[in-house]
């Protein structure tokens, strides 16, 4: 049995963070699925590495060269193709989980952080275009993807949130999806092929290992080593606890009785930056019932040869909040650095995507030359 189908018994699913059109030609997408990946998740940045940094595109941007369309329509084009056929090799198990894994997702413009109603339009319009009922659309956690999230979850589109660091952040992503579905239940669906109450699906993408380098910089400046490495992972166990504290509560209890599914927690930037640490380490301590964690390849393969199968996540809370009030008391205010790498992440999100229209126009002046 693969550790891939091991942790999914256990009720962890595991998602590929990348993407490309050869992935999925060459089968080597649906292998993977075989051997136990649950879905995928794509972004600016892993396209511009795809397009820009391989073949694959060419032929499909010989033929859109000679269209009236936009460097940004040809990237969509693109990418939306990409996520159309993986879609289709994660149908399988989207059909076999009765809609609980088997997604792919596709972001909106990270250009669209602070603007609610373009964030709305362009995620119903990207859900719309790719028609597929495991299509989950990215929305970052900024006081203004919220109340997108509402919206869009009222209109019964799937939706990944995106750029969750802290947890008062993740407890309003919690309360946005909730108010979602109060508005799905009582309107039903608003979109085309939006799903009703019962079949609308959302994550929460809790990112892990840029806390540690921002934490471990601070800890470095005064000195101390002690909680170095090791904050990430107790935030991310706290969430976890807040998590299950939600699913508690008589205001989902009530959705839950409509058939209304978990907000899943879904644990992202998981590779380690800190050569220092274990290149595990973002997986095999976040291993836990009702969660998924995003992995790039690298992380992938290395946690398939030496990676540890054991539930972790429910270890350890009170040490974790432990850690996490040590913090405080040396003076560093967790809320503060966390809010920063949202603001800052937001930021990183969309230099990648300028560089990607900019290495699009680049190879269209090359073909077209050719």
Same mark, same amino acid.
């Given at each position: 049995m693969s550790k891939l189908i091991e942790l999914e018994k256990m009720g962890q699913s595991i998602w590929l963070d990348y993407i490309q059109r050869s992935l999925v030609t060459s089968g080597e997408l649906k292998q993977l699925v075989d051997n136990g990946l649950r879905g995928v998740t794509s972004n600016p940045a892993i396209f511009e590495k795809a397009i820009a940094g391989s073949n694959d595109y060419d032929e499909d941007l010989k033929q859109l060269i000679n269209t009236d369309q936009t460097i940004e329509q040809i990237y969509e084009a693109l990418a939306i193709k990409d996520i159309t056929l993986a879609t289709d090799t994660l149908r399988s198990v989207y059909d076999s989980s009765s809609g609980k894994d088997g997604y792919v997702s596709l972001e909106v413009s990270p250009e669209l952080a602070y603007e609610t109603e373009k964030t709305i339009a362009e995620a119903r319009r990207l859900f719309e275009t790719v028609n597929r009922p495991n299509v989950m659309i990215k929305v970052p956690a900024t006081p203004a993807g919220l109340p997108a999230i509402t919206e869009l979850i009222g209109s019964g589109v799937?939706?990944?949130?995106?750029?969750?660091?802290?947890? /008062?952040?993740?407890?309003?992503?919690?309360?946005?999806?909730?108010?979602?579905?109060?508005?799905?239940?009582?309107?039903?669906?608003?979109?085309?092929?939006?799903?009703?109450?019962?079949?609308?699906?959302?994550?929460a993408s809790f990112f892990i290992s840029r806390v540690d380098t921002a934490v471990d910089k601070e800890l470095g400046a005064i000195g101390n080593t002690e909680l170095a490495g090791k904050i990430a992972v107790a935030n991310s166990k706290i969430a976890y606890a807040e998590y299950k504290n939600i699913l508690q509560q008589p205001r989902w209890q009530q959705l839950a009785d409509k058939g209304a599914r978990m907000q899943r927690v879904l644990w992202a930037s998981t590779s380690t930056k800190n050569p220092a640490y274990p /290149?595990?380490?973002?997986? /095999?301590?976040?291993?836990?019932?009702?969660?998924?964690?995003?992995?790039?390849?690298?992380?992938?393969?290395?946690?398939? /040869?030496?990676?540890?199968?054991?539930?972790?996540?429910?270890?350890?809370?009170?040490?974790?909040?432990?850690?996490?009030?040590?913090?405080?008391?040396?003076?560093?205010?967790?809320?503060?650095?966390?809010q920063k790498l949202q603001d800052d992440g937001v930021v990183a999100f969309a230099r990648p995507f300028g560089k990607l229209l900019e290495s699009i126009a680049e190879k269209c002046k090359l073909l077209k030359a050719a």
């Open positions: 799937n939706v990944n949130v995106t750029l969750i660091f802290g947890l /008062d952040n993740y407890k309003a992503v919690a309360g946005a999806y909730q108010s979602g579905l109060e508005k799905l239940a009582e309107t039903g669906p608003a979109v085309k092929g939006g799903h009703p109450i019962d079949k609308v699906a959302s994550v /290149d595990n380490l973002y997986v /095999d301590e976040l291993i836990g019932p009702d969660t998924v964690n995003t992995l790039p390849p690298s992380t992938l393969e290395s946690f398939i /040869d030496h990676g540890r199968v054991a539930e972790t996540l429910t270890q350890g809370l009170l040490e974790a909040q432990s850690q996490v009030a040590k913090l405080a008391d040396l003076g560093i205010d967790l809320k503060a650095v966390t």
